[in-house]
C-alpha cells in the first residue's frame, strides 16, 4: 500500500489540478496570501506558544525544556457530512470501551463467550487485577478518550490506536485555534467553523456528573506529576481554564478513605479527580511502593465510592494495541451491530502464522509494541535501514507477543508551509471524546499532527512533527454547534445535581 498515491483532502485523489469543490476558498486563500504573510503568522504563532511556555520534553534530550511542537498556518477541513459520519463512529467506539472495561473487571463475559482468549487480558502488564470488582462512580470508565484516525481516501477513515489512560493534545487544539483566530480571521469569515473553546467548561461539566452519589457541589482538582513532566503545561492549562486546583501528590491526604486537599484555610474534601498520573505511580500502597508521585490509601477511597477518578484506574488494558487488534470483535459484542469506524488491518505476532507472515514482509509493513507509545519502538518497514530490519526481526523472533504490524497506509496530505513552500504533509488526527454520566459527546475538532519531513509518515512530536488547526464546518442548518450542545451540558449538568 506504500506505493499508492495519497489522498490529498484539498486537491482530491488526484492531488493536482482544481480543488475539491467545497474546499476552493481555502484554496484560494492560499493562492492569494503571499508566502512571506503566511510565515510571518506562522513565526507569531509560534513566539507567541513559546512566550506561554507551550513547551514539551523529549526524554534524554538535553534541550528538552526549549522544544515547542512547530505549528503550520495552514488549516485542516473537516466537512460536516465527514464530521456527522465520524462522530457515529466515534460514539459507538467509545460506548464499547467503556462496555469492555466494565466487563473485564467484572463480570466478564466477553472471556466466558470465548470473544477473547482470557491470557490476553491476564497476561498483559496492563491489566489490574487489583482494581477487579471496583466499579467507579456511574459505571464510567474512560471519561476523556483520544482515538487517534487516519485517512487514506474520501470516505475512508480508520482507527490507528485508541488513547484511553491520560490521552493528551488537548490544550494545542485550544491554542492552535486562539493563534488562527487571531491570525487568520478572515479565514472564519469564510467558513462556519464549529467552536472548540468551550472544551474546559465540558469537561468540567463531565467531572461534576460523575461525582460520587449524593455529592451536590463537588470539589474536582486536576492531579499532576508536577513540572518535570513533559505534559505539564497541559496539566496547568486545563486546571486554569476549569476554574479548579492543580494539585500534586503532597497536597492530597487520604484520611478515614475519603481524599483531603491541604489548603491555607485547612483541610478540603475532595470529590473529582482529573488524574494525569499513570497507574504505576497513583498510590504507592497498591502499585509501586516506590512512588513519590502518588496518594497512599486513594485507591481504598475510590473503592469505598468516596472518590471519582478520571480516567479510571485500570483503563491502559484499553490502550493496548493487542486489544486494539480486537476492537472490531468488541464493537460487535458490545453494541450488537458492525463498527462503524474500521481498524487498520493487523497481524498479531504472538500468532504462530501471522508472525511467519510478518518475519516475510517486514520490509513493507510498520511493526509496534504493544505498549508503545510517541513513535517510540517502531519500525516504519519501507523507509527502514537494513540493519534495522534485522534488529527488529531479532526482536521479534525473540519476544513476538510484544508486537503487532499493520500494512503501510497512504495517510492523506494536507497542503503545509515548509522551507520550500506550501507542499503536501501527511497527517493523522487526535478528536477528544468525553463520557459523563450523561452520555458521550465529541468535541468538534481535535488535534491535527502533521508529518514535517517529506514522505514521513511519523507525525509524533518526539519524532519531528507538527500540529494544524483542524476547523470541523457546520451545516448550513445548524446555527450553533456550541449553543446546542452548551444547553445539552447544562442538563446532564443538572441532572448530576
Not at 484499553?318 to 462503524?340: L, N, T
Request: net charge negative; hydrophobic share 40%.
Amino acid at each position: 500500500m506504500g506505493t499508492i498515491a495519497a489522498f490529498d483532502e484539498i486537491m482530491g485523489a488526484s492531488g493536482a489540478g482544481s480543488s475539491r469543490p467545497e474546499l476552493s476558498a481555502l484554496q484560494r486563500w492560499l493562492d492569494l496570501t503571499p508566502d512571506s504573510e503566511l510565515r510571518r503568522r506562522q513565526q507569531a504563532a509560534e513566539a507567541t506558544f513559546r512566550q506561554l511556555g507551550i513547551t514539551f520534553a523529549v526524554y534524554g534530550e538535553n534541550d528538552a525544556a526549549e522544544r515547542i511542537i512547530p505549528f503550520d498556518i495552514v488549516p485542516r477541513v473537516f466537512l460536516p457530512d465527514e464530521w456527522a459520519r465520524l462522530s457515529e463512529g466515534l460514539v459507538q467506539r467509545v460506548e464499547a470501551i467503556n462496555a469492555f472495561l466494565d466487563d473485564i473487571y467484572g463480570e466478564r463475559k466477553i472471556l466466558r463467550d470465548g470473544i477473547l482468549p482470557p491470557d490476553l487480558i491476564f497476561g498483559n502488564p496492563q491489566f489490574r487485577p487489583e482494581i477487579a470488582g471496583m466499579r467507579p462512580p456511574h459505571g464510567v470508565w474512560a471519561h476523556i478518550c483520544g482515538i487517534d484516525l487516519v485517512r487514506t481516501g474520501p470516505d475512508d477513515f480508520f482507527v490507528l490506536e485508541d488513547n484511553a489512560r491520560t490521552p493528551s493534545g488537548v490544550s494545542y487544539m485550544l491554542e492552535n485555534r486562539e493563534a488562527m483566530l487571531r491570525l487568520c480571521p478572515e479565514l472564519f469569515r469564510q467558513f462556519r467553523v464549529a467552536a472548540v473553546d468551550s472544551y474546559p467548561d465540558r469537561l468540567l461539566a463531565t467531572m461534576k456528573s460523575v461525582a460520587p452519589h449524593g455529592v451536590a457541589e463537588p470539589t474536582c482538582v486536576v492531579l499532576t506529576p508536577g513540572h518535570y513532566n513533559s505534559a505539564y503545561y497541559e496539566h496547568s492549562f486545563l486546571a486554569d481554564s476549569m476554574g479548579v486546583e492543580l494539585v500534586e501528590a503532597a497536597d492530597l491526604v487520604v484520611d478515614d478513605d475519603i481524599v483531603w486537599m491541604r489548603t491555607i484555610a485547612g483541610r478540603v474534601k475532595v470529590d473529582v479527580i482529573y488524574r494525569r498520573v499513570d497507574d504505576d505511580f497513583l498510590d504507592p500502597l497498591v502499585f509501586r511502593p516506590d512512588s513519590m508521585l502518588g496518594v497512599p490509601g486513594l485507591i481504598a477511597a475510590y473503592a469505598a465510592g468516596n472518590v471519582a477518578i478520571l480516567n479510571a484506574p485500570g483503563n491502559g488494558i484499553a490502550d493496548d494495541k493487542a486489544i486494539y487488534s480486537y476492537m472490531p470483535d468488541i464493537v460487535r459484542y458490545y453494541s450488537g451491530a458492525e463498527p462503524k469506524l474500521k481498524n487498520v488491518e493487523t497481524w498479531r505476532c504472538r500468532e504462530p502464522e501471522a508472525l511467519s507472515y510478518v518475519l516475510d514482509h517486514l520490509s513493507e509493513l510498520v511493526v509496534k509494541l504493544v505498549d508503545g507509545s510517541g513513535g517510540y519502538g517502531m519500525l516504519v518497514g519501507p523507509t527502514a535501514s537494513a540493519r534495522q530490519i534485522e534488529e527488529f526481526r531479532a526482536a521479534l523472533i525473540a519476544e513476538p507477543h510484544r508486537y503487532i504490524a499493520q500494512p503501510t497506509l497512504a495517510l492523506s496530505t494536507v497542503p503545509t508551509l515548509v522551507e520550500s513552500g506550501v507542499a503536501p504533509r501527511h497527517v493523522d488526527f487526535r478528536p477528544f471524546v468525553l463520557t459523563g454520566a450523561g452520555g458521550v459527546e465529541v468535541t468538534p475538532g481535535g488535534l491535527t499532527r502533521v508529518a514535517l519531513r517529506e514522505g514521513s509518515l511519523v507525525v509524533n512530536s518526539s519524532q519531528g512533527g507538527g500540529t494544524k488547526d483542524s476547523f470541523v464546518l457546520l451545516p448550513a442548518e445548524l446555527d450553533s454547534w456550541v449553543q446546542v450542545q452548551g444547553q445539552q451540558s447544562q442538563i446532564q449538568t443538572q441532572g448530576a445535581h
